[in-house]
């Protein structure tokens, strides 16, 4: 008995510590389940218990209970646009989408470089899962093609190039809250016949490599003993049909390619080599200060490129591209490669997007100053997909002034007119642009004339004399060019503006609501682009600037400010790196000419 009385004693106490044990465990592992669920679950050998006093159903509730669902964004495209919005968007914030169907980002500017090897394709390539690989918890990235955009249920279709789903068809579908287009633009041939099946563009890294291997093969088909003298002549005539800056560029580098480096490894053909340029406006680089097109037109002039201005390209056939004038009529030169560098035009997606939203007889969509489209709430558009209408003063005159008369007077005075001129530069910049532009000093000297009497100490309008002096400002509206730089700094303000949403809401930073039904302040101040100078390389190591505050610059010391600049605004200190290496080999070696 008294063994037996002992051995109780010590599983007692055994159970006793299990228990104690299983607790003080329990309660780690649980903390919001209460003592006695914890002793009935001990007490049971293990087994599950259905048990739970109020204190513990209270705890497991609050934490069942889930965060709030981040708002979906979807982002179409990784060109400069859509990399720019992506690399400055606070990702945490947002569930966000990109869907491309390249899985790159692309340096463009450089891409009349590659044709010629003076710098390598992977060389201006940055993979964008690399770029946001900080961000790769927060951001799914989709390589397949958007082929439709359904806004009523926001969602877009779209296509995978890269496999196909279990259905077969590789096609699938997303939805989104807010949705942003960076979709760019593609080749705008105008409808001329035999441009797409004869014309080589330079708008994606696939067209350079292309052209760097049809350059190359036509020197090597010149060369062959079979080759008459004009077939020689024919096969070497390098075309570029468009005078912008990508066909001047594209122009130069062949020019280089050709004196620096193929004369050497060609020296029976270097005579039969011939460069033009067809451009259909008076001048070339037309967007450019005069004095930048005159001196580029001279120097193609001194190193043998023929550059025909006022032609327009009407038909392009294998062998022969026709041309008309107004002063010779129609001309046909035969060619050995053309290249069609002379618009953008709109990507198919882009038109029946268009077509949805009642868009219709447009180029690219419209959209407001802050990037919105225009009758969609939640789609942006961006870069050159997009263009933003900027809102004329002369059609909302009336709300202008109702709004700044406070008092109900029918006039203004100069200080209701100064307490609101803030918000309505802002809201119309083209007034700031049209007082600068007449060097006005401040309102006074706007309305001075429309009154008559700039001495009174205290100048009053009406309705008509503010309208009169008013009249001529919207004259300073101007389209935003569709650039890599306005991409990149439309990206970055859009992201910005995404990054506060919420803080903007409670606390508006934008101008006064003059149009619409709302009242009181928008949330954000509208895009406003800053132009920061365009370059113009003009091969033999010179090159074209235009920079802010009305300063060109021209010559070889613009060709290093060019090659600092591209350096610097490379994405990442690897193409930094490999493109500053390229041109370090060309300088010692020369260019690679070799077919792949």
Partial sequence: MAETEERRMGFFFFASRAAARFLGEARIIHPGVSTAALLV???SGGGLVAYADSAGENASSETSQEAPRKKKVVVLGTGWAGTSFLKDLDCSK??????????????????????????EARSI????RKMLEKKRKDVAFYEAECFKIDASKKAVHCRSAVGTNFDGNGDFMVDYDYLVVALGATVNTFNTPGVMENCYFLKEVEDAQKI???VIDCFEKASLPNISEEEKRKILHFVIIGGGPTGVEFAAEMHDFLVEDLVKLYPAIQDFVKITIIQS???ILNMFDQRIATFAEMKFQRDGIEVNTGFR???????????KSKSLGEVS????MAVWSAGIGTRPVIMDFMQQIGQTNRRVLATNEWLRVHECDNIYAIGDCASITQRKIMDDISTVFKMADKDNSGTLTLKEINDVLEDICIRYPQVELYMKSMHMLDIRDLIKDAIGDSHKESMVVNIEEFKKALSHVDSQVKSIPATAQVAAQQGHYLAECFNKMDQCKEHPEGPLRMTGTGSGRHNFRPFRYKHLGQFAPLGGEQAAAELPGDWVSMGHSTQWLWYSVYASKQVSWRTRMLVVSDWT???IFGRDSSRI
């Fill in 212 to 214: 760097r291997r049809n």
């Fill in 333 to 336: 030169v035969p060619y050995g």
């Fill in 585 to 587: 080999r060309r300088f």
């Fill in 41 to 43: 679950a001990a007490a």
């Fill in 313 to 323: 390209v009407v038909k392009v056939s294998d062998d022969l591209i026709t041309m």
């Fill in 94 to 119: 947002y569930e966000v989408k990109v869907i491309s169907p390249r899985n790159y980002f692309a340096f463009t500017p450089l891409l009349p470089s590659v044709t010629c090897g003076t710098v």
């Fill in 125 to 128: 390539v940055e993979p964008i």
């Fill in 281 to 283: 406006g008076e001048h």
